[in-house]
């Protein structure tokens, strides 16, 4: 099986070689060689388990800097509904939506927008599924994880993009109304709580392309908001 591309990176030099990584991964990606952990990259579903077990903080995530988004003129961020919930109650919605907006972005897009349509499409789908269980394709690690160790799973999978991909297809179809430029001068970045959803851009699952052009770690622009 081929190299994946990784969204996780491991500093040796932190690590203990504890093993609790080993012993937390879902795909035994992990393994310890003279005393250091070190990530098979064919089997890693970038699901992040490693980052949260360990004590010293030897795993992270990567991301692209705040940045890379000013190599495109026209800007629009996804704003995730975990980004509201990291701030204290008496922030509004818009207060955090004009705070992102000052980092750079031209637009925002609520990837909560698209939650009936996935959801009436779902039920539909339910309805007249001839194969049970039927499986969200909203996680990619998930998904990941059953193309490697799940095989006779793969036709349960809800036959829909994730969230977060029908958003930055919408927000690029309403970019391209709002700004007069070409369409590759926009670009359209997830601000992201999940580590394996960043992976999911860098190997589309489906698609031949995916419309968002990079991500952001909530951990990242936080504060600046």
Known sequence: MRDLKQTISLDPTKCSGC?????????????????KAMIID????NCGACIRICPSNAFTGITHDLDYIQQF???????????????????????????????GFNDIYEISNVTELITSFTKDYIASA????IISSSCPAIIRLIQL???NLID??????SPVEISAFIARQKALKNYMGPEEEIGIFYISPCIARVFSFME??????????????????????
């Open 204 to 225: 589309p699952l489906g698609i031949s392309k995916t419309n968002v052009d990079g991500c952001l770690s909530i951990k990242s622009v936080f504060l600046m908001v």
């Open 156 to 161: 349960h999978i809800l036959p829909i993009d």
């Open 42 to 45: 064919s089997k890693c579903i």
């Open 130 to 133: 001839s194969k049970l269980p």
């Open 149 to 151: 160790r799940f095989h």
């Open 73 to 103: 003129p026209y800007r629009v961020a996804l704003i995730d509904p975990v980004l509201y919930s990291q701030f204290h109650e008496i922030f509004t919605p818009q207060q955090i939506i004009d705070g992102v907006k000052q980092l």
């Open 19 to 35: 093993t609790n990584c080993i012993k937390r991964c879902p795909t035994s990606a992990i393994r310890v060689k003279d005393g």
